[in-house]
């Protein structure tokens, strides 16, 4: 329930923003970081490169390791670290040093990778030569080249060029065992091990597991049971350190519900927004974390809140408890077990929680002053 919760948030962030038509640049130390619509490192001299846009260019030798994403990736100039790059297309043409981890539609790798090659997307193309091992998995994946370690394949269609060798061994993940076909060439038969995948394929290298066991009543019980000891213990202490806040977010959600939700989404908003704008501009990307557990925080503090402010509007329709301590203990608890019991309802569950998490965003974003002014205002 935690996980689908967490999973949930991610789906929270903002759309990315789009890269300037101007490419900017910032330099930190020998390090290089350019952004824009069309962006081509020609500088010479640098270690590390951070490289986005929608046309994305390495054109000068880079001493240290590359992160390029764009709409189209090209590697025209020698890499003397590690590549990572993703991409609708990503095309290697010049020589790398390091380790290689490429994820995309379409990836071509033209030159030699000294260390090891991960490629995953629709269609792989392997024709340089690779010192270490390949891990491949695509819907086509096309291998011309030596492979002079182990090799991992997982693809609809598996093809070997001429030139395909693999020095090492090969395990090869396919629907049906033994429906490809690996000449001796590439590698002899006592080094090839076949596996039955045991996923099904969705579409090129993204596969969801297949057949797995749904869980039992007695198991989603004891999940939320867990759930509602933790979250009601978590959400009961801080009702004891701060009762008079937590009363008074619990009150304002029971009289104005809407607003808060608004104030939520636009608190997240900002936050996992923002962590975006930094990272396409380059020059604050190492805020970005900070920037997204700045909103992680503010989620799982929104539905600690949440829950508590369901249980004070559960204790309403109850008389009064003979102590105010344990008044506010018992809502806690009986929120947390709302909360349990209504994360079960299929497909309507989780979205409940994660409107419990907004709304006490919410409560909490207007608490600040800056907030309550423009408000105000």
Sequence with gaps: MLKKYLVTLG??????????????????????????????????GRDDAFLAGQRVQLAAPVTGTAHMAGRWVDVDADLGGSLYAAGQRVRISAPVAGDVALAGYTLSVDAAIAGDLRAFGSEVVVNGTVGESLIANGEIVELNGQIAGDAVISSRELTFGAGARIDGTLTLYEDVVGATDVPESVVAAERLTRIELKYKRVS?????????????????????????????????????????????????????????????????????????????????????????????????AGLIVGVYALGRWALSYVPKLPLPWIDRVVAAFIGALLAGLISLIPMLGWVSLVVLAIVGAGALTVRLRAVRRMMAG
Excluded: C
Excluded at 260 to 274: E, K, Q
């Design 204 to 300: 090129g290298a993204f596969q969801h597991p297949a057949g797995l066991p749904k869980q039992s009543i007695g198991e989603k019980l004891s999940d939320m049971v867990s759930w509602v000891l933790v979250v009601g213990a978590i959400t009961a202490l801080v009702a004891l350190i701060a009762p008079v806040r937590m009363t008074d977010m619990a009150n304002q959600i029971a009289a104005r519900p809407l607003r808060l939700v608004g104030a939520g989404f636009v608190g997240l908003s900002i936050l996992t927004g923002g962590g975006v704008v930094v990272a396409v501009t380059m020059i604050g990307a190492l805020l970005t974390p900070f920037f997204w557990l700045a909103a992680a925080a503010l989620a799982a």
């Design 11 to 44: 789906l929270l962030m903002a759309a990315p923003a789009l890269a300037q038509d101007a490419a900017e640049q910032a330099l930190f130390g020998n390090d290089i970081y350019k952004a824009g619509a069309t962006v081509r490192m020609s500088e010479t």
